[in-house]
Every structure is written in C-alpha cells, then in structure tokens.
C-alpha cells in the first residue's frame, strides 16, 4: 500500500518547481492533494491532471496570495470543505530577489519576509487550528533552504526569512509535540527549478554553481519531493523539529575538501 494513502494534504506554491514535484510525488504515494497557487490557473491545472494520472483519488486546485492572512483562511476553508479535513500541510511558497543590501527597498524586503515567514507561519497556524480542533494530530512540512545556515550576500532578505524558517519549525516543534503534530522542514540546495532560472540555462554559471557542490550536481525537484514524502509518512513518526538538508553536501564546508587549514 502507497505510504500516504487516504491522507489530505495542502501544498502551497504548488504550481511549479517543488511544489508541483511534490504533489505528485504526494499523489503517487496515494495522497489527496490540494495545489495552491498564486496568479497561475493554468499551471496550476497541468500540475492537478499530473496529479490525477499519478494517483490519489481526489485532488483539487485553490487560489491564495499566502502573506494575506483573508486568503490563507480561505484557503483552509476551501480545502477542509472539499476533503472534509486535513492531514498534512507543506509550506513551500517562497520568492527571492537579489540586491545589494545597502540598496535594498524595504517594500521589496517586507515582500519577501511576508511570502517566505509570515506566510508560512499564517498557514502553519491554520493547520494547527485544525489539527487540534479535530483531536488527531497532523503534519506540518517546511520548504526551507540551504540559506537556513548559510549565509547569502545580496539576499538579505531571503536568508533572514530561512532563518527564521528554523526557529519557527522548532518552536512549533517543541510546542505541540506532546499533542501528535509534527513539524519538521527540508532544507534544498541548489536545485533545477524555475527559481533559479538566472543559472540553469547557462552553462558557464550553472559549472560555477557546480562546482561548490561535492557532489557535483544540481538536484531535481523530485528529489527533494521524496524527502518531504518521506517526513510526511509514518516511516518518519519519531521525527521532530528537524530540518533535513538535502543539497549534495553543501552544507558540509565544501571549500574544505581541500584542506588549507594550519
């Protein structure tokens, strides 16, 4: 039997990139997925019939801007009503942009913040509410970043939102462990996503990204959507609190592979 048959679940920014791995990964593994999306439908759709060929028995598409706390709300209402309860949330909505620091907007760093923290933690508490409300606890998934722990020049904004990705899911954590709810996040390297655009298609820049990675690739998508059907499965019942980096090793001081140091 597929690992999450019969679970409901609610994946934000679901129409490209992890998103959209992961809900049908999510749909493979017998889940019911709900595809959130921002501005597009049409996307979102492709991803929802990808979803329906893969698996599952019921998956729909719903609209929300998550760093509006009305929409969000709609969202859940949306979701709950049609599956008549929700199992899982993924938090994987997030958005960046570079600039030097000093040149930063504050419009463009409370754009961010609100998108990758503030949103995040707006559906979180929803799923909370629910979650409890029901009396069965639940799962709650964090799309975070290498820039979790990494710093991140010209991306201020970004990292501090991943940053705060950690803590959030900590204290989660912690809070409501003892009520059957489980909040862990998974933390991509660099990855082939429509996020990372400026990289992909470029082969000089993607060998230089390359290059820092000790395993010498970039990953898919669908690697990291594993991960998340993994934390979300009861293969992953005694895990919490946790952030699982899945990035080639990039989180393992690559520039010592050589060793320099005295």
Not at 213 to 220: E, F, V
Request: charged letters at 20%.
């Amino acid at each position: 039997m597929a690992k999450l048959t019969g679970k409901n679940v609610l994946i934000t920014g679901a129409s490209s990139g992890i998103g959209a791995a992961t809900a049908v990964r999510f749909a493979q593994d017998g889940a019911n997925v709900a595809i959130n999306y921002h501005k597009d439908k049409d996307e979102a759709e492709a991803v929802r019939v990808r979803a329906e060929k893969a698996g599952g028995s019921k998956h729909l598409i719903v609209q929300a801007d998550v760093s509006h706390e009305n929409e969000v709300k709609r969202m859940f209402a949306t979701a709950i009503s049609e599956f008549g309860s929700l199992d899982v949330l993924v938090n994987n909505s997030g958005i960046q942009a570079a600039s030097p620091s000093d040149q930063l907007e504050m419009v463009d760093f409370d754009r961010i913040l609100a998108v990758n923290l503030r949103g995040a933690f707006m559906c979180a508490r929803e799923a909370l509410r629910h979650f409890l409300s029901r009396g069965a606890g639940g799962v709650i998934l964090i799309n975070s970043s290498v820039h979790e722990i990494i710093p991140k020049p010209t991306y201020v904004s970004y990292s501090i939102s991943k940053g705060g990705i950690e803590n959030l899911t900590k204290t989660l954590a912690l809070e409501y462990a003892s009520r059957g709810i489980r909040v862990n996040a998974v933390g991509p390297g660099a990855i082939v996503t429509p996020i990372n655009e400026a990289w992909i298609n470029d082969p000089k820049k993607r060998g230089e990204v390359e290059s820092h990675i000790p395993m010498g690739r970039a990953g898919t998508p669908e690697e990291i959507a594993s991960v998340f059907a993994f934390l979300a499965s009861d293969d992953a019942s005694y895990i919490t609190g946790q952030t699982i980096f899945a990035c080639g090793g990039l989180t393992l001081y690559p520039e010592f592979r050589t060793s320099w140091s005295s």
